[in-house]
């Protein structure tokens, strides 16, 4: 009788519990959405400027993306390294975590509190190699240099933020586990089913699209896919397009889509997203 009554009262806690996560989350998000109504113009038009992904979406995706922006930015923290802040860095930084996660329920990369902004390469630990960006149980870090040529296109099919926004998407559904989106944790054993062949053929030699940094580790071959998929995805199609088709599945979006005018995407309002934030 009284474990009955003890496994009663903890079911009767997590429900509450989550009744009251969900009661907090849509009030948050209500309040977050009025202030971010007085910011979206500001946002669009620095967004617009450098994000070609945004600017191929309907207008009602933009406005999704524009307020998962506003709130990743919110929830972050940015440290300036060397080099001058200015109001665009933190939302383009965001934007570029947006647009990874876009066709996923969570995209708020909730482990990291902190990004590091620097101003070019720099060096890291003991390795004599310079860094353009690196994830660790520290935070993101970022060169600025780096990171405007790749979101501007001045860096053909390389972009740093959305490689080592790559790496922060693997670091917390796999490492800390301390953000859960069901969909890309399930599906990513599928990818690996695919990816993982194609990587073991690159360490034995073999090159592909994918260039030969792909082949440094596995969690290299998972940022570079992901860099590859959007920057040049007709070419990784073509070239691989078991790889493409199992990043589709996985991020569930499809660029080659979007570049017909097609939305891809199964999206819920902006008056939606508190159940992106539990």
């Known amino acids: 009788m009284e474990i009955i009554i003890i496994v009663s009262l903890v079911v009767g806690v997590l429900i509450l519990h989550r009744s009251l996560s969900e009661i907090f989350n849509k009030f948050y998000v209500r309040r977050q959405q009025r202030k971010f109504i007085a910011n979206e113009t500001f946002y669009h038009s620095i967004v617009s400027r450098y994000i070609r992904f945004y600017n191929k979406l309907g207008l009602e995706d933009q406005r999704k993306f524009l307020f998962r922006t506003f709130l990743f930015k919110k929830a972050r923290k940015f440290h300036y390294i060397e080099v001058k802040e200015s109001a665009e860095m933190p939302i383009l930084i965001s934007a570029v ?3 990874l996660t876009f066709g996923l329920d969570k995209f708020m990369l909730n482990y990291f509190n902190d990004i590091f ?3 070019d390469d720099y060096h890291y630990g003991f390795y004599s190699r310079p860094f353009m960006g690196h994830v660790d149980q520290s935070g993101i870090y970022l060169s600025w240099d780096n990171f405007i040529k790749g979101i501007s296109g001045q860096t053909p099919y390389c972009n740093v933020g959305l490689h080592e926004m790559g790496h ?3 670091y917390v559904t796999f ?6 989106d069901k969909h890309f944790k399930k599906e990513f054993k599928n990818f690996s089913k695919v990816a993982r062949p ?3 053929s690159m360490q034995q030699g073999n090159r592909n699209l994918l260039g030969e940094y792909a082949s440094v580790n596995y969690h290299e071959f998972w940022a570079v896919s992901v860099e590859t998929f959007f920057e040049n995805p007709v070419c990784l199609r073509q070239e691989l397009p078991e790889l493409y088709e199992a990043m589709s599945r996985l991020l569930k979006q ?3 889509q979007m570049r017909s005018g097609k939305t891809t995407f199964l999206l819920k309002a902006v008056k939606q997203e508190a159940g992106s934030l539990n």
Do not use: M
């Not at 490492?175 to 859960?180: Q, R």
């Open 97 to 99: 975590a947006v647009q």
């Open 117 to 119: 902004v620097l101003k």
């Open 168 to 170: 922060a998407l693997a």
């Open 175 to 180: 490492i800390t586990e301390t953000e859960e």
């Open 198 to 200: 194609i990587f073991t």
């Open 254 to 256: 499809d660029p080659l």
